[in-house]
């Protein structure tokens, strides 16, 4: 029994959500295997072997792979899929854009989300934005699986794996990379950060959100919002969190000016610590928050960072 991980990497390093994936692999019980596919991506592929638990990192180089398109990358899963019992991939845009393609090819069925490995063949996810917990059985030869991130510890590094090159596929043909916008921030990445604040429709408009911005200086914290907040044109679209935004689980969360409404819970409620900060004392996110201020956000706020000197 040997997992395959499809590792999400920039050609340089591994992106964070590689190191979870590894953890949930391992917990699949057998040997851990990376597919680094990119182009010049050697470096990727040193940093896989060095993450305790991996047996080995395949490495397939060449241009096709070098902006991770989706239809190249998951040729190159399916190519060595018939040695492996298992087939990860971080349940991120990157992950699930290649493996549905995996399991369809393979004619199995994805395991989709997975929280916890409970057997080999049987595991954890959620469903109605989080609110039940469904326990899967796969009979599937090859169990094609994605892994959210924040249900995961991260692998930690300590290993010395072989990296071995395969024989790259050629070109799909069927999609082409025509350009990449990224969102420069100092701030960490939200997904990835210890600290969020994040702001709601009480914060009444984009002017007005930037009265977190202290409180996220103070704490280097990642900012995030509600889909209200998103929707009104507050703050952009990558910032929201929740059932269709983004999953996050830091230390600690700061909701401002949020109700608390189920699908936002579905993106933040495994935070370790939550503050929630609301004049309604009677608003949801109460209901999952360690710590809870009623009152109102324009003087809450200040005074917070007031109080973190
Ligand atoms: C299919 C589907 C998917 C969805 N996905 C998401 C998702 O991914 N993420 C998400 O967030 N939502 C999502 N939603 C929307 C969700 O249902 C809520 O509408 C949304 O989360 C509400 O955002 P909010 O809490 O900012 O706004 P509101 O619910 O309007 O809450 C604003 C809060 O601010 C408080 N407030 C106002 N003024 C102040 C003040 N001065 N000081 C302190 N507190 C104040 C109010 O008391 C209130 O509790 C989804 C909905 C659907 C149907």
Redesign the pocket.
């Known amino acids: 029994m040997t997992a395959l991980v499809i590792a999400e990497h920039d050609n340089a390093s591994l992106k964070g959500s590689t190191l979870h994936t590894i953890t949930a692999a391992a917990q699949c019980g057998g040997d851990v295997h990376v597919l680094v596919a990119g182009n010049n991506a050697g470096a990727a592929a040193q940093a896989a072997a060095k993450i305790a638990g991996v047996a080995k990192v395949l490495i397939a180089e060449g241009p096709q792979f070098a902006d991770g398109l989706a239809e190249n990358v998951a040729a190159q899963a399916l190519a060595l899929a018939s040695n492996y019992s298992h087939i990860l991939a971080p349940a991120t845009a990157y992950g699930k854009n290649i493996l549905p393609r995996v399991a369809a090819k393979l004619d199995v069925a994805q395991v989709s989300e997975i929280t916890k490995v409970v057997l080999p063949d049987t595991f954890e996810r959620p469903f109605y934005a989080g609110n039940a917990i469904a326990t899967v059985q796969s009979s599937d030869a090859v169990k094609v699986i994605t892994v959210r991130a924040t249900a995961f510890d991260a692998a930690a590094e300590g290993g010395s794996a072989t990296v071995e090159n395969v024989a790259a596929v050629a070109d799909s043909g069927k999609s082409s990379f025509v350009s990449r916008e990224i969102a420069t921030s100092a701030r960490p990445e939200l997904t990835a950060a210890k600290v969020v604040v994040s702001g709601?429709?009480?914060l009444?408009s984009e002017e007005n959100f930037k009265i977190l911005e202290p409180l996220a200086d103070k704490l280097g914290a990642a900012m995030g919002a509600?889909?209200?907040?998103v929707d009104a044109g507050f703050v952009p679209n990558d910032w929201?969190?929740?059932?269709?935004?983004k999953i996050v689980a830091p230390d600690l969360y700061i909701a401002v000016?949020?109700?608390?409404?189920?699908?936002?819970l579905?993106?933040m409620k495994d935070s370790k610590t939550i503050v929630a900060?609301?004049?309604?004392a009677e608003?949801p996110?109460f209901s999952v928050a360690d710590y809870g201020i009623v009152?109102?956000?324009?003087e809450v706020v200040p005074a917070l960072v007031k109080e973190l000197g």
């Open positions: 709601g429709r009480g009444g509600s889909r209200a907040a929201q969190v929740g059932q269709t935004g000016g949020i109700s608390g409404a189920i699908q936002h579905a993106g900060i609301n004049k309604d608003a996110i009152g109102d956000l324009f």
